[in-house]
């Protein structure tokens, strides 16, 4: 165990006495120090959104959130989604999507800039298309990012370059029609 206060590390790394040797993950406890913070008034859909979000981007990996709501008594939630990303593109889409779930994951060699020295880079990607739902979201390093960044910007340009190629190449465009732009895709990515 570890314990924490005001930032600093208190008593050191211990070992508790109840583990057992095939006690795996985590436990975190959090108690806001008034001494601290000013307004401990943090809303309980913080927390199970952020538990939520870490659920759908580490597959399999249980997150357990268990609120006081009274002395003793706890309201618990479950996050898990045991196929990550995928089971959440199928929970938000529903059963009425036109395709189904897509998975695709690669890994590569990459840098952030030109300086910087090159490291592994791991995308995965699910997504179906939905006359139903739109629906775009982005994680880079398990955290959602609620703007899209250089992911949103790569996800634009992989879609209109794959789909277009492909009615190209299959003679779909019709004469004298525009190419394919991303406002197309979208409107039924789910």
């Known amino acids: 165990t570890l314990h924490f206060e ?22 975190i406890r959090w108690k806001p120090d008034l001494k601290v913070f ?26 357990i959130f268990k609120n006081e709501v009274a002395p003793k008594k706890f309201e618990t939630t479950v996050f898990c989604y045991e196929n990550g990303i995928t089971d959440y593109v199928k929970e938000i889409a529903g059963e009425q999507s036109l395709t189904a779930v897509q998975y695709w994951e690669t890994e590569q060699r990459g840098r952030d800039r030109k300086d ?3 490291y592994k880079v791991k995308l ?9 739902v ?12 609620e703007y899209g960044g250089s992911p949103a910007k790569a996800v634009k340009q992989a879609f209109v370059s794959k789909i277009d190629g492909y009615l190209k190449q299959t003679g779909k465009y ?5 190419k394919i732009t991303f406002q197309d895709v979208e409107d039924c990515l789910g």
Not at 46 to 63: M, S, W
Not at 134 to 142: A, P, Q, V
Not at 174 to 178: A, G, H, R, T
């Open 6 to 27: 005001r930032g600093e590390n208190v008593g050191g790394l211990k070992k508790e006495p109840y583990a057992k040797k095939k006690d795996t993950g985590s436990v």
């Open 124 to 132: 995965s990607v699910a997504f179906c298309f939905s006359n139903r």
């Open 174 to 178: 019709l004469k004298n029609e525009s």
């Open 116 to 118: 910087k020295d090159e």
């Open 38 to 63: 000013t307004d401990i008034a943090v809303p309980v859909e913080y927390y199970t959104d952020t538990l939520r979000r870490q659920a759908i981007v580490n597959a399999g990996v249980k997150f």
């Open 134 to 145: 739109k629906f775009l979201e982005y994680y880079h390093n398990s955290s959602h990012l």
